[in-house]
């Protein structure tokens, strides 16, 4: 078992989504995370879809995503060779004395404070799901209130000719 | 030219070369039925939608075309899910036009409302929810294409009420483009050379033919393959009727109802070459177990098929057709004597059980399918229900011709053989067209009848009365020695109800009496109800040979 990464051409279709996740839990495949938004094709969008699985179901995802008339293209997207992006809000609950050392946190990793009051503190981070979870392992001492993550997007690197 | 949008509907059915509709009107459907009114084509009235669509899946294959059937929205698109489902498992080209409700009711639990399209996308090729009727002819003309090229399946229209009222402005739909639809249809020379280097280490193969080898009518290749190298074949539930029942080099129908032979040589082939064939649970057992033995070759045109449930040394994706002829004209060298002496043996050493047309109490199905065989000629169509009658139909009917041999077996859908008997009928009615039946499922789509007897449709059913449901008693009395809910006691009285819709009818209990039925069943016209008393313990499911048991 291993993840892999699927980069998804599809059709701008309302009930897209619904057939791309049907698929996925009616045949059993172990989906970690799925991020759509559109591209730079008009009609289109792309999906980043990481599965989580053996050879022979990742050649089965794609196979069944394939028959979908609605997707266009797969890339199964190489570890080595491609960049991963992840995105997450992290709420946290501070008080006073706890201020300095999350601010710390938030520096080592580069990440930002998008909204701040007196009793909480929201930090945003980009990064990939390694550093992610780094980060989010560090909040641990703190009071979290809420974890959103957009799940990973990615794009081939491009190849030195 | 100005059109409304159920104008062109019917007028997209016309150029796809439609000239019959199975269907059942309702309000969200009613302006495509009013302006079907001013179209010549043939609609045929079922009595529930679940029946349309077996009609339209019998009538497809019987005539080798795409079936259309037509239902209004909510209770009439749920009734037709069975039917879409039963022709999506054995890759039956189906377009389904549902009415929906109005535009702006959708997704307001208005009258009548149900989410069709999301209801059938596991099991429709692709479906459709149009937003503007000027999409309707374009829509329209992908979901022929879709629907028959490539693995055929069913594919569903959804149509709300306004876009069918909507008038506008007719433009012929361009050339269908689908960028995400990729065709392959012919085998790549050098997978094929692969596979003649295989063939020809081999010297114990089989080819394993499944409905794929019907739908791309690749019959004579299948057979002048198997001549020119000496390969014996078997099929699968779906490829019966692909290869002569008497070719010398078949061996029958694998599974745990299939043929001895077949099995037999499944088990011991030192290479299984799958031609369309999906190598389902039922036919195939364990699927591992074989790969360890045998070199596997698949040859598919869904992409997906290849892997899924059998890992191939050799695949080739493409139309097995297209596969077996690029095989044959590289002129495989075989050397498969002995092989064949060997399964030819075990062949007539297990001849299928058969009895003489003899007095008896009750009527022996085997001997019944031949008679049956022998009187309706090479011809003659045969649609069955599921159980054991599907069981007998599949092992002892003497199929001859290709496309002969309609059932449900990839869903094994009761219910469906009286409904696409119909639209055999109804597609070819030069041909004598045969419903083997279970009396319990002769009843789950009875009311079909009354379209049976509306549409004047000749269809002889042949009604295998044992007054339970079969199979399933066959199998609780061999799995747990007791029985639940398998007797249909208070069967009607089937005389009576034949008469009720003016059909012929006789009852036979013994085998003498077969032959002479038979032929009356036959010369009759009109449709006929056959009744025969079968032996409620009558096995399909023979004990374990010894050589099976090793
Ligand atoms: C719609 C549906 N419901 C239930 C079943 C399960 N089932 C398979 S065979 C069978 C019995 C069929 O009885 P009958 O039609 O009388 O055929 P027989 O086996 O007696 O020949 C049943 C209930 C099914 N295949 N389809
Ligand atoms: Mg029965």
Redesign the interface.
Known sequence: MSQHTLSVLVNNHPGLLSKVSGLFSRRSFNIDSLAVGICEIPDCSRMTIVVNGDEAMVDQVIKQLDKLIDVIEIEHLPVQNSVFREMVLAKVAVEANQRTELLQIAEIFRAKIVDVSLHHITLELTGQADKISGFLNLLEDFKILRIVRTGTIAVPRFEEI | MQVSGAQAMVQALEQAGVTTIFGYPGAAIAPFYDALVDSNMRHVLTRNEQGAAHAASGYARARQVTGVCVVTSGPGATNVITGIATAYMDSIPLVIISGQVMTDLIGSDSFQEVDI??AT??FT??NY?VKSAQDLPRIFQEAFY?ASTGRPGPVLIDVPQDIQMAIFEYEKPEAVH?????LITEANPEQLLAVKAQLEQAKAPIICVGGGVLSSNATQELMQLAQSCQIPVVTTMMGISAIPFDHPLYLGTLGSHGIFAANYALNKADLVMLVGARVGNRAMGSAQEIARRAQIVHIDI???E???NI?PHTAIVADAKSALAGLLALNPQTDTSEWVATVTAIKADHQLPDKPAAASATIYPPTLMRILGELAGPDAIVTTEVGQNQIWAANHYPFRKPHTFITSGGMGTMGYGLPSSLGAKVGCPELPVIAVSGDGSFQMSLQELGTVKQEKAAVKFVLLNNSRLGMVHEIQSIRYKRYSQVFLEENPDFEKLAAAYGFGYSKIHSNDQIEAAVRIMLDTPGPYLLECQIDPHEPTLYPVRKEEKG
């Open positions: 399209t999301g996308s596991p090729k692709h929810l879709l689908l960028p995400g639809y990729r869904d992409p997906a290849i892997g899924k890992k």
